[in-house]
Protein backbone atom coordinates (compact mmCIF):
# COMPACT_ATOMS: atom_id res chain seq x y z
CA UNK A 1 0.00 0.00 0.00
CA UNK A 2 1.16 3.68 -0.68
CA UNK A 3 2.47 5.71 1.50
CA UNK A 4 1.40 8.89 0.01
CA UNK A 5 0.62 11.61 -1.05
CA UNK A 6 2.10 12.87 2.45
CA UNK A 7 -0.85 15.17 3.56
CA UNK A 8 -1.43 17.40 6.03
CA UNK A 9 -4.62 17.86 7.67
CA UNK A 10 -6.79 19.78 9.97
CA UNK A 11 -9.60 19.08 12.70
CA UNK A 12 -11.54 21.61 14.13
CA UNK A 13 -14.28 19.05 15.99
CA UNK A 14 -11.46 17.72 17.93
CA UNK A 15 -10.64 14.70 15.94
CA UNK A 16 -14.03 13.57 14.81
CA UNK A 17 -13.58 14.58 11.02
CA UNK A 18 -10.60 16.56 9.36
CA UNK A 19 -11.76 18.46 6.72
CA UNK A 20 -8.93 20.73 5.67
CA UNK A 21 -6.40 18.73 4.00
CA UNK A 22 -3.38 19.60 2.13
CA UNK A 23 -0.66 17.96 0.41
CA UNK A 24 2.77 18.53 1.42
CA UNK A 25 4.60 15.50 -1.35
CA UNK A 26 2.84 13.65 -3.81
CA UNK A 27 5.45 11.53 -4.71
CA UNK A 28 4.29 7.79 -5.66
CA UNK A 29 4.98 6.22 -1.90
CA UNK A 30 5.03 2.87 -3.16
CA UNK A 31 7.55 0.39 -1.51
CA UNK A 32 8.18 -2.22 -3.64
CA UNK A 33 11.61 -3.18 -1.83
CA UNK A 34 13.01 -2.80 1.25
CA UNK A 35 16.07 -2.55 0.11
CA UNK A 36 17.01 1.61 0.48
CA UNK A 37 19.70 1.45 -2.22
CA UNK A 38 18.18 -0.33 -5.04
CA UNK A 39 15.95 2.66 -6.49
CA UNK A 40 12.21 1.28 -6.00
CA UNK A 41 11.44 2.00 -2.61
CA UNK A 42 9.59 5.52 -2.95
CA UNK A 43 8.20 5.76 0.43
CA UNK A 44 7.21 8.58 2.51
CA UNK A 45 7.41 7.86 6.15
CA UNK A 46 7.78 9.07 9.77
CA UNK A 47 6.92 12.64 9.28
CA UNK A 48 7.48 15.23 12.59
CA UNK A 49 5.76 18.64 12.33
CA UNK A 50 6.68 21.76 14.34
CA UNK A 51 5.29 25.59 13.89
CA UNK A 52 7.72 28.58 14.57
CA UNK A 53 7.15 31.40 16.14
CA UNK A 54 6.21 33.08 12.83
CA UNK A 55 3.66 30.76 12.00
CA UNK A 56 5.70 28.88 9.77
CA UNK A 57 5.06 25.16 9.41
CA UNK A 58 8.40 22.71 9.97
CA UNK A 59 7.85 19.53 8.23
CA UNK A 60 10.69 16.96 7.74
CA UNK A 61 10.37 13.10 6.89
CA UNK A 62 12.06 10.23 6.16
CA UNK A 63 12.39 10.32 1.96
CA UNK A 64 12.37 7.09 0.04
CA UNK A 65 13.89 5.49 2.81
CA UNK A 66 17.27 6.98 1.57
CA UNK A 67 17.05 10.69 3.32
CA UNK A 68 15.54 12.94 5.32
CA UNK A 69 13.23 15.97 3.68
CA UNK A 70 12.72 18.96 4.74
CA UNK A 71 9.91 21.71 3.68
CA UNK A 72 8.95 24.74 5.20
CA UNK A 73 5.52 26.08 4.11
CA UNK A 74 4.62 30.33 5.18
CA UNK A 75 2.38 30.99 7.42
CA UNK A 76 -0.97 30.77 5.66
CA UNK A 77 -0.02 27.62 3.42
CA UNK A 78 -2.58 25.15 5.33
CA UNK A 79 -4.78 27.94 5.05
CA UNK A 80 -4.69 28.51 1.33
CA UNK A 81 -3.39 32.32 2.09
CA UNK A 82 0.50 31.45 0.00
CA UNK A 83 2.06 28.74 -1.65
Known sequence: MPRAPLTL??????????????????????????NSVDGRNKELSYPYLLE???GALHVAYTYFRRAIK?????AGWIDGESS
Open 9 to 34: CISTDGGLTWPIRRIVDDSPGTCLSN
Open 52 to 54: GKD
Open 70 to 74: YVRLP
